[in-house]
């Protein structure tokens, strides 16, 4: 999106594309339900699954209420966040009101649609939110186009917030654009490989720590089982950049590979990208059919109902597959580390998806949405979230991550995300990111469709992210 919103002022045609770039599929509000713990609609070939908030777990006791009246009582404000945080919005939104008296109106808005839309509010000068859930590769694009309000000096100032908490691989991602901070993260996002123990070890498998390895079991399981319903895997190859690039990102961080040099020019034409999408091509034969319409809505029933062996994910699939509501793998399954490829012996999972809050330029009340935004990632209330079924969140500060009380409600996933986080490599966040990924995205599902090749479809990723690199 170099040339989107440059000028300060919308176009019809910059609409359409701001709002092409972000989504560029009719997934909508769908897509990340399952990785955020959201509640899907469900379409009419697919039946709804059971709520998670239906879901019994222990919720944690009420945030304390800061001692005097505040100064703030009966005040409120406006938060634009994506669907699948609904959940997490409303609880935010109720303790804010018992800690401060201050009513915070969450509006949902696609997930597909919310850089836009954002976007939209303030160059419009409609200015009707205070506060913007972003994704994180977009934090260049919504800084550079003045959305989002320089937080640097509020976060330094105020010893409460204690930036050095948050896990060092999310901070400066999510909020660092050109040196200055424009957000606090309150949900990270990476990947990690589920497997069905049952199924591993009716063929003898041990869980994969290679992509070959990856291979070799997703081919036998599918080879043995296909005639009952049963794959080896389940790869989301979906042609939305957040799906499909998630498969495709796990793959080149296990091979060693990045999106850009330190000079930020692309490396799509390196051996390990090459490797990667060969790796990807490779698996499609043995994944539950097909890769291209598989996405979470596919993936994630598969592998809860034990249709599919393994399933790349987001940490809290392990707390849906304990879930007796829709799981039939319930301590049948396990997790590790996603696998390593080529010359590259250290795990390196992706950053796929993760979001941050931001106050919007365009607020009255921006004291008080910073006020907000400092509760809402405070230790206390990520902790809280972290530890309630269905709020979809996944670590971001260390104290949450290290806590007791998520070692506890989630062991096993606990580890898997405390080793996945340490040394987790980012997306592009440049202004362009959007563009860039959607354009790979596309590339990414020719080769799937078997109209390229993996070098046709990076060489021509690599020519086309440096035409919009040079605009």
Request: with cysteine; aromatic share 10%; glycine share 8%.
């Given at each position: 999106?170099?040339?989107?919103?440059?000028?300060?002022?919308?176009?019809?045609?910059?609409?359409?594309?701001?709002?092409?770039?972000?989504?560029?599929?009719?997934?909508?509000?769908?897509?990340?339900?399952?990785?955020?713990?959201?509640?899907?609609?469900?379409?009419?070939?697919?039946?709804?699954?059971?709520?998670?908030?239906?879901?019994?777990?222990?919720m944690p006791t009420p945030m304390a209420t800061p001692a005097g009246?505040?100064?703030?009582?009966?005040?409120?404000?406006?938060?634009?966040?994506?669907?699948?945080?609904?959940?997490?919005?409303?609880?935010?939104?109720?303790?804010?009101?018992?800690?401060?008296?201050?009513?915070?109106?969450?509006?949902?808005?696609?997930?597909?649609?919310?850089?836009?839309?954002?976007?939209?509010?303030?160059?419009?000068?409609?200015?009707?939110?205070?506060?913007?859930?972003?994704?994180?590769?977009?934090?260049?694009?919504?800084?550079?186009?003045?959305?989002?309000?320089?937080?640097?000096?509020?976060?330094?100032?105020?010893?409460?917030?204690?930036?050095?908490?948050?896990?060092?691989?999310?901070?400066?991602?999510?909020?660092?654009?050109?040196?200055?901070?424009?957000?606090?993260?309150?949900?990270?996002?990476?990947?990690?490989?589920?497997?069905?123990?049952?199924?591993?070890?009716?063929?003898?498998?041990?869980?994969?720590?290679?992509?070959?390895?990856?291979?070799?079991?997703?081919?036998?399981?599918?080879?043995?089982?296909?005639?009952?319903?049963?794959?080896?895997?389940?790869?989301?190859?979906?042609?939305?950049?957040?799906?499909?690039?998630?498969?495709?990102?796990?793959?080149?961080?296990?091979?060693?590979?990045?999106?850009?040099?330190?000079?930020?020019?692309?490396?799509?034409?390196?051996?390990?990208?090459?490797?990667?999408?060969?790796?990807?091509?490779?698996?499609?034969?043995?994944?539950?059919?097909?890769?291209?319409?598989?996405?979470?809505?596919?993936?994630?029933?598969?592998?809860?109902?034990?249709?599919?062996?393994?399933?790349?994910?987001?940490?809290?699939?392990?707390?849906?597959?304990?879930?007796?509501?829709q799981s039939k793998v319930m301590g049948k399954w396990d997790v590790?580390?996603?696998?390593?490829?080529?010359?590259?012996?250290?795990?390196?999972?992706?950053?796929?998806?993760?979001?941050?809050?931001?106050?919007?330029?365009?607020?009255?009340?921006?004291?008080?949405?910073?006020?907000?935004?400092?509760?809402?990632?405070?230790?206390?209330?990520?902790?809280?979230?972290?530890?309630?079924?269905?709020?979809?969140?996944?670590?971001?500060?260390?104290?949450?991550?290290?806590?007791?009380?998520?070692?506890?409600?989630?062991?096993?996933?606990?580890?898997?995300?405390?080793?996945?986080?340490?040394?987790?490599?980012?997306?592009?966040?440049?202004?362009?990111?959007?563009?860039?990924?959607?354009?790979?995205?596309?590339?990414?599902?020719?080769?799937?469709?078997?109209?390229?090749?993996?070098?046709?479809?990076?060489?021509?990723?690599?020519?086309?992210?440096?035409?919009?690199?040079?605009?």
């Amino acid at each position: 999106m170099s040339d989107v919103l440059g000028s300060g002022r919308w176009t019809r045609r910059d609409l359409l594309k701001g709002v092409g770039v972000v989504g560029s599929a009719v997934l909508g509000s769908m897509l990340l339900a399952a990785c955020r713990g959201g509640e899907p609609t469900p379409t009419p070939s697919q039946p709804a699954m059971a709520s998670p908030t239906a879901r019994t777990a222990a919720m944690p006791t009420p945030m304390a209420t800061p001692a005097g009246p505040s100064k703030y009582a009966g005040e409120t404000l406006n938060l634009m966040i994506i669907q699948p945080h609904v959940v997490a919005g409303r609880i935010m939104a109720e303790e804010f009101k018992s800690a401060y008296g201050v009513t915070v109106n969450v509006a949902a808005v696609p997930y597909d649609q919310v850089q836009a839309k954002a976007t939209l509010d303030v160059q419009s000068g409609a200015n009707q939110f205070d506060i913007f859930d972003y994704w994180y590769i977009t934090v260049g694009a919504l800084a550079r186009d003045g959305i989002l309000e320089d937080l640097t000096d509020f976060i330094e100032k105020d010893p409460e917030i204690d930036p050095g908490d948050f896990i060092p691989s999310i901070f400066d991602t999510y909020t660092l654009y050109e040196g200055r901070r424009y957000g606090l993260p309150y949900d990270g996002d990476t990947h990690v490989l589920f497997y069905n123990v049952e199924l591993f070890q009716k063929y003898n498998l041990r869980a994969p720590t290679t992509w070959e390895e990856y291979l070799q079991a997703a081919k036998t399981i599918t080879e043995g089982e296909k005639k009952s319903g049963i794959y080896g895997c389940a790869v989301m190859g979906a042609k939305v950049p957040i799906i499909i690039c998630s498969s495709y990102s796990n793959r080149l961080g296990g091979f060693g590979g990045r999106y850009l040099d330190d000079q930020g020019r692309p490396l799509l034409t390196s051996p390990e990208a090459i490797a990667a999408a060969e790796a990807l091509l490779e698996v499609a034969p043995y994944a539950l059919p097909t890769p291209l319409e598989t996405a979470f809505e596919q993936a994630l029933p598969a592998f809860l109902q034990g249709q599919a062996a393994m399933m790349e994910f987001w940490t809290d699939l392990g707390v849906y597959s304990e879930d007796p509501s829709q799981s039939k793998v319930m301590g049948k399954w396990d997790v590790v580390q996603m696998p390593v490829g080529g010359g590259n012996q250290q795990p390196r999972p992706s950053l796929n998806a993760g979001f941050a809050f931001g106050v919007s330029t365009g607020s009255k009340k921006k004291e008080l949405a910073r006020e907000f935004i400092k509760f809402a990632t405070s230790k206390e209330m990520h902790r809280k979230l972290l530890t309630t079924t269905g709020s979809g969140i996944d670590p971001t500060r260390r104290s949450g991550l290290e806590s007791n009380e998520y070692k506890t409600f989630a062991p096993k996933v606990q580890r898997a995300a405390a080793a996945a986080l340490s040394g987790a490599f980012p997306w592009p966040t440049i202004p362009e990111a959007p563009e860039l990924m959607t354009v790979l995205a596309d590339e990414l599902a020719l080769m799937l469709q078997g109209a390229k090749t993996p070098q046709q479809a990076l060489a021509d990723a690599q020519a086309a992210w440096e035409r919009i690199l040079r605009s």
